[in-house]
């Protein structure tokens, strides 16, 4: 499906994995309270979504399923999936770009990061679908990685340290059908310096007698 035509299914209905799933969310809730687990139902539904159709998104007809499984108004499921940014509430693509413009990643090549995801996934900046329907570009506050600003996190993985030819290249692969691995792109072992990690190497070690 594609996020240039948004088109809302007519049913939705948990599969095997999904309903997997949702036995063990609503276990952690006492009896009553199943409601507190909409937020990881909508994450549930999300995944499936994409599995299905290669968009992650929330269709309405879903939220009415969530509602229906923990005894909600379907009003309430609607406010949480409408509130929070990382449910999308529409088709998108393949692949979602979200690019951290927050100060830190800002100071450290972030705008880079966006021309890359501009230029290599052909959008035309955040909000924008690939016509392939490959891409859809989003711009998001603090990722919580700013020591390895700037990030771009795809789907749910964290690309960190980029500039704009790592961006390009992380881009070209996922064309490509790779999947690089998360982390680095400058290979620092999480956030220890370039070059690897300095931390106590100037005290000598106590020799064991």
């Not at 499936?48 to 309430?76: E, K, N, Y």
């Not at 406010?79 to 770009?97: D, S, W």
């Not at 711009?139 to 700037?150: D, F, I, K, M, R």
Request: hydrophobic share 35%; glycine share 8%; with cysteine.
């Amino acid at each position: 499906m594609s996020a240039h035509h948004h088109e809302e299914p007519s049913s939705f209905a948990f599969d095997a994995e999904s309903e997997a799933q949702i036995a063990k969310i609503l276990a952690r809730y006492p009896e009553g309270k199943q409601a507190s687990g909409v937020i990881p139902l909508l994450y549930v539904v999300q995944k499936q979504m994409g599995r299905q159709t290669g968009s992650a998104w929330v269709p309405r007809v879903a939220m009415d399923q969530v509602a229906l499984r923990l005894s909600m108004a379907p009003i309430r499921v609607y406010e949480v999936a409408t509130f929070y940014f990382m449910f999308n509430t529409k088709p998108i693509g393949r692949f979602h770009l979200q690019v951290c413009g927050t100060t830190p990643c800002w100071l450290r090549g972030s705008d880079e990061v966006l021309r890359a995801c501009k230029d290599a996934g052909h959008l035309a900046g955040y909000g924008d679908t690939s016509e392939d329907g490959l891409f859809t570009l989003s711009e998001v506050e603090c990722l919580g990685g700013c020591v390895n600003a700037p990030i771009l996190q795809v789907d749910d993985d964290y690309y960190e340290d980029l500039d704009y030819d790592s961006t390009v290249r992380l881009i070209e692969a996922l064309k490509r059908g790779e999947r690089p691995r998360p982390g680095s792109a400058k290979g620092r072992l999480c956030s220890a310096p370039e070059g690897g990690p300095e931390t106590l190497l100037d005290i000598p070690l106590v020799e064991e007698k």
